[in-house]
């Protein structure tokens, strides 16, 4: 029996108890996301990921891929390091497939569209830990040429659904989990309903977790037309603390207009974290000063896109914004 924690991104933690039944678990379903992504085992991996100190060069792709396999070199990049060097690192090797967390992959094309510059023989990307929006996705492909999949799991319960190989919808991993997805009421939520995700682990008998409301908000997909005959989810949403909640306590998940900042203000990187019915702090990396007309028309965008006249307090980072304690980020939080 292992311990694991979750982040804490809410400032409450979650400690559960796993088993080694839970460990196989995870290492297979790893292994089916390779073969559901990877042509064959013997192209070049890159991985990005928190806490890689001994960060570098390996002579294969590591369990479970390398435990049945001949498998291509891999390479192991810490979040932590400046993107530019993650870039520098990653030209170098080469890599066809790019495992990647969705905020350092916005921090990767930003540099590159900043730099006129691309990722040669990148044919892949991988997308892990954090929501992945339309938005994203969409620009990496037409930027990169490379095809993106996602996979939805959580450090609770190990994964929980995969892209398909053959499409956009996501396969809920029935032998380890149920996943429901529901409405405010607690009733089912029917295909293209919205709702939050129930998850029942199905293996963990050192913990049980029967209907464990997650946080997350995911839409019901249809029958996916490849044939596994797997449940579906046709998006993930994300935390429920990502959604803006107004001073009439309406809730909605935020369009903040991001492709605008750029024509308003130099700006790098944002979150915004509402502290308040009425208030949210603007967090900003941006390339100078702002000058007093950029703030006010920016407030103007951030109004309309909000759907609310939020009071925004403007706060300036140098570098990147901070992640959270396993490296992970969210664009829009919620705190109270």
């Known amino acids: ?35 559901w992504t990877e042509p064959d085992f013997a192209g070049r991996i890159c991985a990005i990921r928190p806490n890689m100190k001994d960060y570098g060069e390996d002579k294969d ?3 479970p891929a390398a435990l049945f396999f001949r498998t291509g070199p ?8 400046d993107v530019r060097r993650q870039i520098e690192m990653i030209r170098a090797f080469r890599p066809g497939s790019l495992i990647v967390y969705p905020s350092n992959l916005a921090a990767i094309l930003d540099v590159l569209d900043e730099e006129g510059s691309d990722l040669p023989g990148l044919e892949r990307l991988r997308t892990i830990g954090e929501t992945l929006s339309p938005g994203l996705r969409d620009r990496a492909e037409r930027r990169l040429g490379a095809r ?45 309903e919205s709702g939050a995700v129930l998850v ?13 409301r997650i946080g997350d908000y995911a839409e019901v997909g249809p029958p996916c037309p490849c044939g596994r005959g797997l449940p579906t989810l046709r998006a993930i949403l994300g935390r429920e603390r990502n959604m803006i909640v107004r001073p009439d306590g ?8 991001y492709k605008r900042y750029r024509e308003i203000a130099p700006i790098l990187q944002y979150q915004m974290r509402q502290h308040e019915p009425d208030r949210i702090e603007v967090r900003l990396v941006v390339e100078r000063p702002l000058t007093p007309d950029e703030e006010a028309a920016l407030t103007v965008w951030l109004h309309e896109k909000l759907r609310y006249s939020f009071r925004l307090d403007f706060t300036y980072f140098e570098g990147r914004l901070p992640t959270g304690p396993i490296g992970k980020f969210e664009e829009v939080m919620r705190l109270f």
């Open 1 to 35: 029996v292992t311990k694991v924690n979750t982040s804490g991104s809410t400032g409450e933690p979650v400690i559960v108890w796993r088993t080694a039944i839970n460990r196989l678990h995870w290492l297979a379903l790893t292994l089916r996301y390779h073969f």
């Open 61 to 63: 792709w590591g369990a």
């Open 74 to 81: 891999g390479l192991r990049i810490d979040i932590e390091l």
């Open 148 to 192: 993106l999949f996602d996979c939805y799991s959580s450090e609770e319960l190990g994964y929980i659904a995969l892209q398909c190989p053959e499409g956009d919808l996501y396969h809920v991993m029935s032998e380890t989990v149920i996943v429901e997805i529901v409405d405010d009421e607690g009733k089912p939520c029917r295909q293209g």
């Open 200 to 212: 029942t682990d199905l293996h963990n008998h050192a913990m049980p977790m029967i209907r464990y």
């Open 250 to 257: 309406t809730r909605h998940w935020p369009l903040t207009g």
